[in-house]
């Protein structure tokens, strides 16, 4: 594996992949490092089943979110460098101790080489499951149809609809066409392969519940109001938004009711609608207070 890195949109062309690797933006090396891996029983039903769905968290996010509450291996990049065998591993023990639905790549795009290379040896030994590419929405199109073997769900944020929310927050410039490429992409896909294997998530974040209206205008006029919606109140303030207004607070129910409401106004009736009390930060799951190796999480 060499050549400059341009697996996601900001192409930064590090040489990570070489014997003296250099960093990307995202901070990714040569090696996957991976976080946690585990059942998840908190994704959305039709991923998360009776098992739960096998998560395996990559560090290094490609996305700089000021409210991250993944900061300790997304932004820091806390985890370990894997073997390619030892990644191998994490997915057999998925699939075979665990017993899972599927295996979750949560922010998997610097890595992507690297899984496609540990799971070959599984599937010829027979042990295969359905892959969620778990994602911010930060895509490449062109990334996507090269690993498109990884993607039997997408699983993709909607986040912003505008640029300049996406740099502030995120400092993800592109944000807005490249999350809507991604989408157009997952949904043609599925109409392709007969399939539903797109689910859209949009957190409402707090100060910005008029993006989230604006995207669900955008999805449901230019790509489809059938496709299946995941709208969130879970936003909790968490590491540098604990100090940047307005991103320091919760959403408010008026915010929240406002997206739900276009929600239903734009007839969207596939999906899940999570309850205002879902905001409540004493409900919250952290990832930020999750310990590092296996675990599940209920």
């Not at 969620?132 to 498109?148: C, M, Q």
């Not at 995207?215 to 489809?224: D, F, G, I, P, R």
Request: aromatic share 12%; glycine share 6%; charged share 25%.
């Amino acid at each position: 594996m060499d050549g400059m890195c341009e697996l996601c949109p900001r192409k930064c062309k590090a040489a990570r992949f070489g014997a003296d690797p250099k960093a990307g933006y995202c901070g990714a090396l040569n090696a996957p490092r991976v976080f946690r891996w585990g059942p998840h029983f908190g994704e959305e039903p039709p991923l998360t089943g009776e098992r739960g769905s096998g998560c395996v968290f990559f560090s290094r996010c490609t996305m700089k979110c000021l409210y991250c509450q993944n900061s300790p291996w997304s932004w820091k990049g806390e985890g370990v460098d894997k073997t390619i065998p030892e990644l191998t591993q994490i997915f057999r023990d998925l699939a075979l101790k665990d017993k899972v639905e599927n295996w979750n790549l949560v922010s998997p795009t610097p890595y992507l080489p690297y899984v496609r290379e540990a799971v070959q040896p599984l599937f010829r030994e027979g042990i295969r499951l359905p892959f969620v590419w778990n994602s911010s929405g930060y895509e490449r199109v062109e990334t996507l149809e090269e690993y498109a073997d990884l993607c039997d769900w997408a699983l993709f944020d909607l986040r912003y609809a505008s640029d300049a929310t996406a740099v502030a927050a995120s400092q993800a410039s592109g944000y807005v066409a490249a999350s809507r490429a991604a989408i157009k992409w997952a949904y043609n896909r599925s109409l392709i392969t007969h399939r539903s294997s797109l689910i859209v998530r949009l957190l409402v974040l707090p100060g910005h519940a008029e993006e989230a209206i604006e995207n669900l205008a955008w999805l449901a006029t230019e790509v489809s109001n059938e496709v299946a919606i995941s709208v969130m109140a879970q936003y909790t303030p968490a590491y540098k938004a604990l100090e940047t207004p307005p991103f320091d607070r919760s959403v408010t129910e008026e915010e929240y009711e406002s997206v739900t409401e276009a929600a239903a106004d734009f007839g969207f009736e596939n999906g899940w609608i999570q309850g205002y009390a879902a905001s409540d930060p004493k409900l919250a799951l952290l990832g930020e207070n999750m310990s590092a190796d296996h675990g599940v999480v209920k």
